[in-house]
């Protein structure tokens, strides 16, 4: 079983930044995808950003050039650097991982999620 735990949530005036963190523990093989998450109230849940294990990345539209998603996998850690941060942005950020816990048993696990509020 792999448990993720995040961090780095909070509130952050317009124009600020934010680092989310989210660590991975437990029984890991290999890790293939980290990705990040949001969801706003009365909206359905957003892919923000995605590293794969080479290094590729991909970001939604609304976030490009404001957004940095990065791993370090002697962590097993992802992270999400937030500047220039909208009101928009505010919602409940979740990292997903997908992973193997042995050569051909894969894992997809979630974290808890973390608040993130841009309000002045």
């Known amino acids: 079983q792999v448990q993720l735990v995040e961090s780095g949530g909070g509130l952050v005036q317009p124009g600020g930044s934010l680092r989310l963190s989210c660590a991975a523990s437990?029984?890991?093989?290999?890790?293939?995808?980290m990705s990040w998450y949001r969801q706003a109230p009365g909206k359905q849940r957003e892919l923000v950003a995605t590293?794969?294990?080479?290094?590729?990345?991909n970001y939604v539209d609304s976030v490009k050039g404001r957004f940095t998603i990065s791993r370090d996998d002697a962590k097993n850690t992802v992270n999400l650097q937030m500047n220039s941060l909208k009101p928009e942005d505010t919602a409940v950020y979740c990292c997903?991982?997908?992973?193997?816990?042995?050569?051909?048993?894969?894992?997809?696990?979630w974290g808890q999620g973390t608040q993130v509020t841009v309000s002045s």
């Open positions: 590293i794969t294990s080479g290094g590729s990345t």
């Open positions: 997903y991982v997908h992973g193997a816990v042995v050569p051909g048993r894969q894992f997809h696990s």
């Open positions: 437990g029984s890991i093989f290999s890790i293939y995808a």
